[in-house]
C-alpha cells in the first residue's frame, strides 16, 4: 500500500530552477491537450463514479472536473490581465466554496468537458503568441502577498491539469473502473 500524500498523486508542483525553452515547450503541450486527458480520465463513469471522493475528506470525481475548468478560467483571466496591465492584483476566489455550489456537485460533465476544450484552446492560443519578455510579466496575489511571473504560473498550471487528472485516474485504478 502507498504512503503516498492522496491528495498530490503527483507530487507539490516545484518549479524548476532553470525555465528552459524545452520544459515550457512541454507545459505548452500539457495546456493544450488536456481537454482530452481529462475526458478521457472521465470516460464512462456513470454518476456514482463522479460522485465518489478521490480521497476521504476530497472533492467527488464531478467537483474536480467542476474545479478545474474555475480554476482554469481564473487563470486565463490572470494571464490576460498580467499581459495587458502592469503587474496587476487579481482576484483570488474561494475555491473549496465554489466546490460546494450546485454546479459542482450536481451538474453534469458534458458542458464543463466543453467549457475546457474552448478555454483551452484560447489560452493555448494566447499562449503560443507570447514573445519571449511577456513570460517575464508579473502579477500580484493578495491573499499569498507575493508576485510571480507568467513563466511560473504557466507551470503551476500544467502542474494542476495533471496533478487533478491524476485524481481521478488513481481513483480509477484503486477502484478497478476500467
Known amino acids: 500500500m502507498s504512503t503516498a500524500d492522496p491528495r498530490y498523486p503527483i507530487g507539490k508542483y516545484v518549479p524548476p530552477a532553470n525555465f528552459a525553452k ?5 507545459w505548452l503541450d500539457v495546456i493544450a491537450t488536456f481537454p ?15 460522485d465518489t471522493p478521490y480521497r476521504d475528506g476530497g472533492w467527488t470525481v464531478r467537483q474536480v472536473v467542476h474545479h478545474v ?3 482554469h478560467m481564473n487563470a486565463y483571466i ?6 495587458t496591465e502592469e503587474n496587476p492584483t487579481i482576484k483570488p476566489y474561494q475555491e473549496e466554496r465554489w ?7 450536481f451538474g453534469t460533465l458534458e458542458d464543463t468537458l466543453m467549457l ?7 489560452w493555448s492560443h494566447v499562449m503560443q503568441n507570447m514573445e519571449e519578455e511577456e513570460w ?3 502579477f500580484t496575489h493578495p491573499e499569498y502577498n507575493r ?32
Open 136 to 138: 517575464d510579466r508579473v
Open 99 to 105: 466546490a460546494e455550489l450546485a454546479d459542482s456537485k
Open 69 to 71: 475548468a474555475d480554476s
Open 36 to 50: 482530452t486527458q481529462m475526458e478521457l480520465a472521465v470516460k464512462d463513469l456513470n454518476d456514482d463514479h463522479l
Open 78 to 83: 490572470r494571464f490576460k490581465l498580467t499581459l
Open 147 to 178: 508576485t510571480t511571473n507568467l513563466k511560473f504560473n504557466l507551470g503551476l498550471y500544467a502542474w494542476h491539469c495533471r496533478h487533478h487528472e491524476a485524481h481521478i485516474t488513481h481513483l480509477r485504478s484503486r477502484k478497478g473502473w476500467a
Open 116 to 122: 475546457l476544450k474552448v478555454l483551452h484552446s484560447k
Open 22 to 26: 524545452e520544459i515550457m515547450k512541454e
